[in-house]
Nanobody
Framework: QVQLVESGGGLVQAGGSLRLSCAASGRTFGSSAMGWFRQAPGKDREFLAYINWSGGTIHYADSVKGRFTISRDNAKNTVHLQMNSLKPEDTAVYYC?????????????????WGQGTQVTVSS
């Protein structure tokens, strides 16, 4: 079992930055790929980034490449999403997710544990 708790969301002006954190419990964190997704009202859940178990492989969605950075600290069972140059269209609930394998995926159905989400609102 893995439990995930996101934090760090909030209200920020366009062009600003936020750093999301996801704290994980469970002994399998260090062997799990982690992903970040978001869901805006009325829209499907959107993949943002994943990081493999060691941090050696990272992949970003085109919509956030160059603005968002995913990282993990296996010693602290945490994964982060640094978000810079935020835009109003980045407004959404942001979720971290743990995969049952070491290697990440862009597909949400390949993740089996999810956090409760944290709201990010970007004002224009």
């Amino acid at each position: 079992q893995v439990q995930l708790v996101e934090s760090g969301g909030g209200l920020v002006q366009a062009g600003g930055s936020l750093r999301l954190s996801c704290a994980a419990s469970g002994r399998t964190f260090g062997s799990s790929a982690m992903g970040w997704f978001r869901q805006a009202p009325g829209k499907d859940r959107e993949f943002l980034a994943y990081i493999n178990w060691s941090g050696g492989t990272i992949h970003y969605a085109d919509s956030v490449k160059g603005r968002f950075t995913i990282s993990r600290d296996n010693a602290k069972n945490t994964v982060h999403l640094q978000m810079n140059s935020l835009k109003p269209e980045d407004t959404a609930v942001y979720y971290c997710a743990a995969a049952p394998t070491r290697y990440g995926s862009v597909y949400d159905h390949e993740y089996n544990y999810w956090g409760q989400g944290t709201q990010v609102t970007v004002s224009s």
